[in-house]
């Protein structure tokens, strides 16, 4: 019977389609990524194993894992594209000194040492820069999806890995180009060499075009298409955009995965980011698990076992001497020791775009076709080592996990009010909104918190606002109000934005850390915003002027005027104006203030008074 199915299997593949790979593929991974993550060893692994099993070195029921990676790749380009959707233009140059400087410095110190090892392993020394380089590069696709798998592509340690990991893509260029310099040839290859300088100009001309379609032009088209109501046409357009940007850098020379990340950096200003991080996801997770399944396949064993003493020692010493040298400046630029291994383990393998590198050697001439193999299998070899490193490091340097005993995920909320946050500031929040017996549903990301608000009554659900499906699924899109209590400021304004992008009849309110905040928030679409100080600060300095003589009018009058002056200050600075040049307006508000107090303050007196107050830092 088993053997009549598959007859029937090939049959229907002679005359069509062949879906049995497609179909081993899907199974093998539906099977191979959650049992290796129940037993702790993480999807990549998953991945890999599974794509080992089915190529050339298993059961061969794929044999051309190549063509598999070719289209595999766009996983990596789908992914640096919702990177970008993250990084506003500001955050970007905000990162510039960690892009062009950490980035810069481990890149040059990794490739001279590697270069170095190259060398004494026996190569010849344009051979071991090639070979050296190549494995400088490190897998963006292993390393994103590690950090994404623990939510850590936000933090500070995670920015800095992905500004390293940015100026690594940004590197294939110019190691391209000396590759072309370093091909050994005729007078013809000279000619040829001459107009692949010409062909400088081809990728300036391709970042300057993807600047002005995603500033002029990619916007519109999107609200044309946004008010056609058709949700397939939308996804076609951020399919559009991504591979579409990822043709034009890929025909320049450039990295395919670069000019998706370009793309997704330029829209991520737009109205329209978080639909388009939605409509690209599902790609991005089908085709990034195809990359890893393409690598597993792209291991060749027999080449492994012909050159196993070569392959083996070049690992070791291109993973250990990379991951020292990484250690050692994330220590001297005054990184924390736990913070430096980690980064040493996660970027100590070689990449993806070291295939590309070694190829390009191949057709110069500077290497031949078994040395490529041997490169290529050590490159491959640290990638699938890297997971297991990973599992070690957490016996090395113990991470800070939150235990989810007791708690309960958010799921099919529908309550009318929505609090996000249930810290000290949510909890008082709260209490006004019960009292009047209103329906509130409250999501925390806090387990601890969680646990102890049910040891008094509260229910809490566990989940993170800044996640548009959490929001979903906590009932954002039907509930009447929306208090944000969040005590970190990126936090509260991410969910501020995610709910005026994609639930617009929303009321929000929110939690400021101080005014720029609240200023910040407001832009995002803000109903209400307070500042988390501003009237327990007001409350405190008006019983100091009572314990001191005024009486509760007068107490209130002053408290009461101040808030009116802070009012005004604040609508300046939201029409634009520089606090720093809102001194007059202090000047005229003190001396206004005492007026009405009965006292006369010169001029200059109120103005070096409020000079002294203004002096150390922007008002809170």
């Not at 340097?397 to 309960?408: A, H, I, K, L, N």
Request: net charge negative; glycine share 10%; proline share 3%.
């Amino acid at each position: 019977m088993a053997g009549e199915v598959a007859g029937h299997a090939v049959e229907a593949a002679a005359h069509g389609v062949d879906l049995i790979p497609v179909v081993a593929l899907l199974g093998a991974a539906v099977v191979a990524v959650p049992l290796f993550k129940r037993i702790g060893l993480g999807s990549v692994l998953g991945y890999l194993a599974a794509g080992l099993l089915l190529g050339p070195s298993g059961i061969g029921l794929i044999t051309d894992p190549e063509s598999v990676l070719t289209t595999a790749e766009l996983g990596v380009v789908m992914f640096l594209f919702i990177i970008g959707l993250e990084m506003e233009p500001a955050k970007l140059w905000a990162l510039r000194k960690q892009i062009f400087g950490l980035g810069l410095v481990q890149v040059a110190a990794c490739g001279m040492l590697l270069t170095g090892v190259g060398v004494i392993l026996g190569f010849a020394p344009v051979v071991a820069f090639i070979f050296g380089m190549g494995f400088v590069l490190t897998s963006t696709a292993i390393v994103m999806q590690i950090l994404g798998e623990r939510g850590e592509l936000s933090t500070d340690s995670g920015q800095r890995i992905v500004s390293i990991l940015l100026l690594e893509d940004l590197a294939i260029v110019p190691l391209l180009a000396i590759v072309a310099f370093l091909a050994p040839g005729t007078g013809e290859q000279q000619v040829e060499l001459a107009t692949r300088l010409l062909g400088i100009a081809a990728p300036i001309g391709a970042v300057l075009l993807l600047i002005f379609v995603g500033r002029r032009i990619m916007n519109p088209l999107f609200g044309l298409l946004a008010s056609s109501k058709l949700r397939e046409v939308m996804t076609a357009a951020a399919l559009l955009v991504v591979l579409g940007a990822a043709l034009l850098f890929q025909a320049s020379g450039l990295s395919m995965a670069m000019g998706a990340f370009l793309a997704g950096v330029l829209l991520s200003t737009s109205t329209f980011r978080h639909q388009l991080e939605a409509d690209v996801e599902p790609f991005r997770g089908i085709l990034l698990g195809l990359f890893f399944l393409a690598v597993g396949m792209s291991l060749d064993l027999d080449i492994v076992a012909a050159s196993w003493q070569i392959i083996t020692v070049s690992v070791v010493a291109f993973m250990l001497v990379k991951a020292s040298a990484i250690y050692g400046i994330a220590r001297l630029l005054k990184a924390p020791h736990a913070e430096a291994v980690e980064r040493a383990v996660l970027m100590g393998q070689g990449g993806e775009f070291a295939f590309v590198l070694y190829t390009t050697a191949v057709t110069a001439g500077i290497i031949d076709g078994p040395t490529n193999a041997i490169f290529t299998a050590t490159v491959i070899v640290s990638m699938v080592l890297t997971p297991f490193f990973i599992i070690g490091l957490r016996f090395l340097v113990p991470r800070q996990t939150q235990s989810m005993e007791g708690v309960e995920e958010v799921s099919g909320l529908s309550a009318r009010i929505l609090i996000i946050g249930f810290g000290r500031f949510g909890q008082i929040a709260s209490q006004p909104l019960l009292a009047m017996r209103h329906s509130v549903s409250i999501i925390d990301n806090d387990t601890e918190m969680i646990r102890a608000a049910a040891s008094i009554g509260f229910k809490v659900y566990y989940g993170d606002g800044t996640r548009l499906d959490i929001l979903r699924a906590a009932g954002a899109s039907t509930a009447d109000l929306i208090l944000v209590c969040t005590d970190k400021k990126e936090q509260t304004t991410r969910i501020a934005e995610l709910v005026r992008d994609e639930f617009p009849l929303v009321r929000v309110m929110a939690r400021a850390f101080d005014r720029a905040h609240a200023i910040e928030l407001v832009k995002a679409g803000v109903e209400y915003q307070l500042r988390e100080l501003f009237e327990s600060a007001l409350e405190f300095g008006g019983e100091a002027i009572r314990s001191l003589g005024a009486d509760a009018e007068e107490a209130q009058e002053i408290v009461e005027g101040v808030r009116m002056r802070d009012r005004q200050r604040f609508d300046l600075q939201l029409a634009g104006e520089d606090w720093r040049n809102l001194g007059t307006l202090l000047i005229s508000n003190a001396q206004e203030q005492a007026r009405e107090s009965g006292v006369t303050v010169p001029h200059a007196q109120a103005e070096d008074a409020v000079a002294k107050s203004t002096q150390p830092a922007q008002p809170a």
